[in-house]
Each structure stands twice: as structure tokens, then as C-alpha cells.
């Protein structure tokens, strides 16, 4: 079931994230969700990512740490994460808890594609740590 609340597409070669999770969810379907959504985005994380919430109506405790564990997979691999489509009820909970400062957030998916764009292009005229 908690297939049903994520998929994974490319807008412009960049990953897309989009979430569609309804209010009421409840934790075991969290834990399932985070699970299947690592699973995805492992064998890219490195690269980069856009975690859209625009159809993304419920935030808790469980969707704030699935967002934290999906922002640390993908930096841990060198990636980046940009968050679109916040609604303002979601940005007031980051912002109340402090983990807004975590992500970096673009209000439209267009925008975050070009953010991500950008970050490629940077990414390639400087060396990865690690000397990668």
C-alpha cells in the first residue's frame, strides 16, 4: 500500500520524489513508505533530487522523519535535495520545528528543476570531495 503514496519520475533527467500521501496515514504505513522510498532512490542518490509535496497533505512527526532520512540518503551520497511545493500549513510545521533551515525549499517544481540543473553544472567545473 504505501507504493500507492510515492512514485518516482524524471522532469527534465532530474528525479522527482512526488509524494501523494492523504491525512491520516499512520505509522506502519510510514515505515513502509520509507523503506520502498530509500529503496528507490539508492542507486541514485548521489545525484540530484526534488522531493515534491505538492499533493502531500498530512505532516507529523512520521512525514518529518521520512523527510530527514530521505535528505541524509541523498547528502550522505554527495546529492543534493530540493523541497517544492510545500503547502503553507507544512512550512509553518518546519518552520515551528526548525528543520526548515534543513531543506533547501523552492516553491514550484520548475524551479526546483532548475535549481537542480544548476547544481550539476557547478558540480562539474569543481572537485568532489573525496577527490571523486
Known amino acids: 500500500m504505501a ?6 519520475i ?19 504505513e510510514f ?3 520509507n523503506q520502498l522510498a530509500l529503496a ?12 515534491d509535496m505538492s ?3 498530512y505532516v507529523g512527526s512520521a512525514a ?5 532520512n530521505v535528505r541524509q540518503r541523498i ?20 518552520r515551528a520545528s526548525s528543520l526548515g533551515r534543513l531543506f533547501a525549499i523552492i516553491d514550484s517544481r520548475p524551479a526546483a528543476v532548475a535549481a537542480v540543473l544548476d547544481w ?7 572537485p568532489r570531495r573525496g577527490g571523486k
Request: net charge positive.
Open 3 to 8: 507504493r500507492e503514496f510515492f512514485k518516482v
Open 10 to 28: 524524471a522532469d527534465q533527467s532530474v528525479n522527482v520524489l512526488q509524494l501523494t500521501m492523504p491525512a491520516g496515514t499512520d505509522v506502519s
Open 31 to 33: 515505515d513502509a513508505l
Open 40 to 51: 528507490e532512490l539508492a542507486s541514485a542518490a548521489g545525484d540530484g533530487w526534488i522531493l
Open 55 to 57: 499533493q502531500f497533505s
Open 64 to 68: 518529518l522523519g521520512f523527510m530527514i
Open 75 to 94: 547528502r550522505q551520497a554527495d546529492g543534493i535535495l530540493v523541497v517544492c511545493g510545500v503547502s503553507t500549513h507544512i512550512m509553518a510545521t518546519l
Open 120 to 126: 550539476r553544472k557547478s558540480r562539474k567545473t569543481r
